[in-house]
């Protein structure tokens, strides 16, 4: 499979959903998460600000407009996640694929953009799950998606800085141990 089999925009929702229902379980906001610079609060708020900026880069802004647009977050990260979820569903259904985003590093395509949006709130949501004790399971199709966004990248996710050294795993073992391993996740601790 590639990233052309598959529905982003129908997947980005499934991926906020995933997020969304971790969230709502949150009990402890200073649980420390797989990354152990973060807490709870922090990959929150990080997955929230993400967000935040889609709609104004979707509207073709500068990351410098888009920058003076940004509202600081306020204490209640599920409502944030909730409203800015909210406005970035609408901003993806209503731009091309083709349109150009400008990025911190690049200037993609929307497409690329929301590619690299699911992926990222698809692992966060994994993340979320693990600091909480909650599910660990995503969604099958998000994980099909995301295995072909990251996949393709396995020798140079660790170069990137954002992401740890990959976790060995058997070629065998399911789908989402073998994403989880290549975005440096551990799923057997």
Do not use: C, K
Not at 87 to 92: E, K, M, R
Not at 137 to 165: H, I, K, M, N, Y
């Amino acid at each position: 499979m590639t990233t052309t089999d598959f529905d982003w925009v129908r997947l980005q929702h499934r991926a906020h959903r995933e997020f969304a229902t971790r969230i709502a379980a949150v009990s402890d906001w200073g649980a420390q998460t797989p990354d152990t610079d973060w807490s709870v609060r922090d990959l929150v708020s990080h997955v929230v600000e993400e967000q935040q900026w889609v709609p104004h880069l979707l509207a073709g802004r500068s990351l410098a407009q888009a920058r003076s647009s940004i509202e600081s977050l306020r204490d209640d990260l599920a409502g944030e996640w909730a409203l800015y979820s909210l406005a970035a569903s609408a901003a993806w259904r209503n731009t091309s694929p083709g349109a150009l985003v400008q990025l911190s590093s690049d200037t993609v395509t929307a497409d690329e953009y929301l590619r690299e949006q699911v992926a990222d709130v698809t692992i966060h949501s994994w993340d979320l799950a693990r600091a909480i004790g909650a599910d660990e399971t995503l969604d099958d199709e998000l994980v099909r998606a995301v295995w072909t966004v990251f996949e393709p990248q396995r020798d140079t996710l660790e170069a990137s800085g954002l992401f740890a050294s990959p976790v060995p795993v058997d070629d065998d073992a399911p789908l989402l141990s073998r994403l989880l391993a290549v975005t440096g996740r551990d799923p057997s601790r």
